[in-house]
């Protein structure tokens, strides 16, 4: 399927979805809205991509919605605001219940809403170029689900303190690795090959396996502990007789790579 503005992309085991408004900072027009939801379907649907890696053209990662885009098509921004105010946003790979890993691959500047993706990634690396800001506040918006969603990897001094700063200060790669926002910090020429990498790394993995764990871990998030383990035990049994738990002690006893069933 053919995108005006995403690109979709398989290379291997991994597929790709990168946005691609380059001149207007890759931010959401109302096309893209539109695209993000079919372009995650598309992906997570094709047996032969196990991984998805979100990254950015040119030198924007994402800057959030196109205001003066939407703000001239009156149907995109009501519906954008429905979807706001009912907690339905069709956005990130979470919001689309996507259950392949996810890797964000931060090229540039990510700014606003452009946080709703490294917040509901699995894994985030970035370019040490790259910077992190949230100038909500500073244009008289208000800072919830990007800042929520990051108050999940990240101490909520660090999250308070770019939502309260706004777009007077920016994180630099480096300090968002520290802070445990994302997990790896490489060159900028260096980004998308380390990104297609780890990619590749994950996607040796049992498919099946992945799905049931990234479901139990996020289910963590909305649950207290007790619940937490209970749901997880559930997944867990699930897997039992599942063809690669076998697979996966054989092929290690055989030394060779393991042959996964797809889903």
């Not at 503005?5 to 027009?29: C, Q, S």
């Not at 009156?74 to 790979?93: F, G, P, V």
């Not at 996810?102 to 509901?120: K, M, T």
């Amino acid at each position: 399927m053919s995108h005006e503005t995403l690109l979709v992309e398989r290379d291997g085991p991994v597929g790709w979805l990168t946005f691609n408004r380059p001149d207007a900072g890759n931010a959401m027009n109302a096309v893209m809205l539109r695209e993000l939801e079919d372009a995650w379907r598309e992906l997570d649907r094709d047996p032969a991509v196990r991984v998805i890696v979100n990254t950015g053209a040119g030198r924007a990662f994402q800057t959030g919605l196109d205001v003066v885009q939407l703000a001239s098509d009156k149907d995109a921004l009501r519906e954008q605001s429905r979807r706001t105010r009912d907690a339905e946003l069709k956005l990130t790979a979470w919001h689309n219940q996507v259950w392949k890993p996810v890797i964000a691959a931060v090229n540039g500047v990510c700014a606003g809403g452009g946080l709703h993706f490294v917040a509901d990634a699995d894994i985030v690396i970035a370019a040490s170029t790259a910077t992190f800001l949230d100038p909500h506040v500073s244009i008289g918006q208000v800072t919830a689900y990007e800042g929520i969603g990051l108050a999940r990897k990240s101490p909520m001094e660090a999250v308070l303190r770019m939502a309260l700063v706004g777009r007077y200060e920016r994180i630099t790669a480096e300090r968002a690795f520290q802070l445990g926002i994302l997990s790896e910090v490489v060159a900028p020429d260096e980004l998308r090959a380390a990104a297609q990498r780890l990619g590749e790394t994950v996607a040796r993995n049992s498919p099946a396996a992945m799905r049931a764990s990234k479901q139990a871990l996020w289910g963590a998030l909305e649950l207290g502990l007790t619940e937490a383990c209970r749901a997880g035990a559930q997944l867990l049994m699930d897997m039992w007789g599942h063809p690669d738990q076998t697979e996966g002690p054989l092929a290690f006893a055989e030394k060779r790579e393991p042959r996964w069933q797809e889903i």
